[in-house]
């Protein structure tokens, strides 16, 4: 796209006239900074951001402890559970808070559910932008390719949920990603700016290429990551550089899922990066830990299926057995559920691989962790498919002990889930579970 063509339809989308549908797209909510200058950046900020009129923005000011906004005290995970309480009051799309250190305030992005395990977020709440504090004391101070950048982060870490908001955001974060990639202006900013402006950017273009990655895309995505990496001497904590082998984890991780060239050398990539994130992470945050743990589970578990390496199925559960200890079902009810299927699932691969009964019934206590969440008088499809996996294990486990008690009790299980699926007329599952039957009756006639 021509960049006279490319401005005139962001400087539409950002100032020029809205249509109905563009107006108020995006509903932001931007909390009341921790700062000790006294400046009230956060309110010249939001009133920065409302000048757009894609966006919907709201100033959230009532009293709440802000310690937590300091990445070097221990609550920095208070940030998922005070601002989720925001978003739903708010009815917000996105939160951004701000934290001054040394005369820069270090923003950072929030949106709803942004460490459940299904939903495949590529924006961490660790992920900063550091802007100096001289641009809040007035909302001219920042340039345009600095809105752009905050513009495109905004649009790119949220998550869209109406049908205007699925339709605009690649296109407004196209147009964005073209500016930017075409800007020359003189940069007004020092370079110990750029690693989190760099950081910044690779997100917005990943977010952009996520869904339909190309080999070219790849290349300038890792490009930026990387010179964010290189001028570490301007990251003062390990966990800055933790994000970007994140980000690089997830670029790779995407590579690995959408181009079939060079498919085990993305996935080598992708855990290389996840392991360098966790080093640089460590315990201290847990919630991005044990969500990196969760995405290495996943392509230790594809290592395997390639290769046939047991050890890579074992690293699979281990690394799920970590993202347990913090996903639990009082904080994280859904992901629970999910990470207790795959565990499950993992488990009974292993113990059928390895002739393992004790692995093959942690396998079933997994399944029977899920089917918590799932009554069988309100989700009883769900239901019944926990009860044909756990009837596969008995079957699977009487076969290798050759012993008829475990398929008495896989023809229970399969038995229990016929019934369920006949209620519900479900044809294609009552035709498969009475193939599981048939074999379960051969065995023991």
């Given at each position: 796209?021509?960049?006279?063509?490319?401005?005139?339809?962001?400087?539409?989308?950002?100032?020029?006239?809205?249509?109905?549908?563009?107006?108020?797209?995006?509903?932001?909510?931007?909390?009341?900074?921790?700062?000790?200058?006294?400046?009230?950046?956060?309110?010249?900020?939001?009133?920065?951001?409302?000048?757009?009129?894609?966006?919907?923005?709201?100033?959230?000011?009532?009293?709440?402890?802000?310690?937590?906004?300091?990445?070097?005290?221990?609550?920095?995970?208070?940030?998922?559970?005070?601002?989720?309480?925001?978003?739903?009051?708010?009815?917000?799309?996105?939160?951004?808070?701000?934290?001054?250190?040394?005369?820069?305030?270090?923003?950072?992005?929030?949106?709803?559910?942004?460490?459940?395990?299904?939903?495949?977020?590529?924006?961490?709440?660790?992920?900063?932008?550091?802007?100096?504090?001289?641009?809040?004391?007035?909302?001219?101070?920042?340039?345009?390719?600095?809105?752009?950048?905050?513009?495109?982060?905004?649009?790119?870490?949220?998550?869209?949920?109406?049908?205007?908001?699925?339709?605009?955001?690649?296109?407004?974060?196209?147009?964005?990603?073209?500016?930017?990639?075409?800007d020359t202006s003189p940069k007004d900013l020092s370079r110990e700016f750029m690693p989190f402006i760099m950081n910044m950017l690779g997100k917005i273009y990943l977010c952009a290429a996520a869904e339909n990655i190309k080999t070219e895309d790849l290349d300038?995505?890792?490009?930026?990551?990387?010179?964010?990496?290189?001028?570490?001497?301007?990251?003062?904590?390990?966990?800055?550089?933790?994000?970007?082998?994140?980000?690089?984890?997830?670029?790779?991780?995407?590579?690995?899922?959408?181009?079939?060239?060079?498919?085990?050398?993305?996935?080598?990539?992708?855990?290389?990066?996840?392991?360098?994130?966790?080093?640089?992470?460590?315990?201290?945050?847990?919630?991005?830990?044990?969500?990196?743990?969760?995405?290495?589970?996943?392509?230790?578990?594809?290592?395997?299926?390639?290769?046939?390496?047991?050890?890579?199925?074992?690293?699979?559960?281990?690394?799920?057995?970590?993202?347990?200890?913090?996903?639990?079902?009082?904080?994280?009810?859904?992901?629970?559920?999910?990470?207790?299927?795959?565990?499950?699932?993992?488990?009974?691969?292993?113990?059928?691989?390895?002739?393992?009964?004790?692995?093959?019934?942690?396998?079933?206590?997994?399944y029977r962790k899920q089917q918590e969440l799932y009554a069988q008088n309100s989700y009883p499809t769900e239901w019944a498919q926990i009860q044909v996996e756990i009837g596969n294990i008995y079957y699977l486990l009487g076969k290798q002990n050759e012993d008829?008690?475990?398929?008495?009790?896989?023809?229970?299980?399969?038995?229990?889930?016929?019934?369920?699926?006949?209620?519900?007329?479900?044809?294609?599952?009552?035709?498969?579970?009475?193939?599981?039957?048939?074999?379960?009756?051969?065995?023991?006639?």
């Open positions: 796209m021509p960049l006279s063509s490319c401005l005139n339809n962001i400087r539409n989308f950002i100032n020029g006239p809205k249509k109905d549908e563009t107006v108020g797209l995006f509903q932001i909510t931007v909390a009341a900074f921790e700062e000790k200058s006294g400046l009230n950046c956060a309110k010249h900020f939001a009133q920065m951001l409302s000048k757009n009129k894609l966006f919907s923005v709201k100033f959230f000011d009532e009293p709440f402890p802000k310690g937590f906004l300091n990445l070097q005290g221990r609550f920095f995970y208070d940030f998922i559970d005070c601002g989720q309480k925001i978003l739903n009051s708010s009815h917000s799309d996105i939160i951004i808070w701000g934290y001054e250190e040394n005369a820069k305030i270090r923003l950072n992005f929030q949106v709803a559910n942004q460490y459940d395990l299904e939903e495949n977020n590529k924006f961490s709440l660790l992920d900063n932008l550091y802007v100096p504090l001289s641009f809040f004391t007035n909302t001219d101070n920042f340039s345009e390719s600095m809105l752009l950048l905050i513009y495109g982060i905004i649009i790119a870490a949220i998550k869209p949920i109406t049908l205007n908001q699925q339709r605009h955001k690649p296109l407004l974060l196209a147009d964005i990603i073209s500016l930017l990639s075409q300038i995505i890792s490009e930026l990551f990387n010179n964010s990496l290189k001028n570490s001497q301007y990251r003062t904590q390990p966990v800055f550089c933790g994000c970007t082998y994140n980000n690089l984890g997830l670029l790779y991780e995407n590579a690995f899922r959408s181009l079939s060239s060079e498919n085990s050398v993305y996935l080598k990539t992708a855990v290389a990066c996840y392991q360098k994130a966790l080093k640089n992470l460590h315990r201290a945050y847990p919630y991005d830990y044990a969500l990196i743990a969760c995405h290495l589970a996943r392509l230790y578990f594809e290592y395997w299926k390639q290769t046939g390496d047991l050890q890579a199925l074992r690293d699979a559960v281990a690394q799920l057995r970590d993202t347990e200890k913090v996903y639990t079902k009082d904080k994280f009810r859904n992901s629970w559920g999910y990470l207790q299927g795959l565990l499950g699932y993992y488990l009974t691969s292993l113990g059928m691989n390895t002739a393992s009964n004790e692995i093959m019934l942690l396998a079933i206590t997994a008829e008690n475990f398929m008495y009790e896989a023809q229970n299980y399969f038995n229990s889930a016929l019934e369920v699926y006949t209620q519900l007329h479900a044809k294609n599952a009552i035709d498969a579970v009475k193939n599981k039957l048939a074999k379960v009756h051969n065995y023991i006639d």
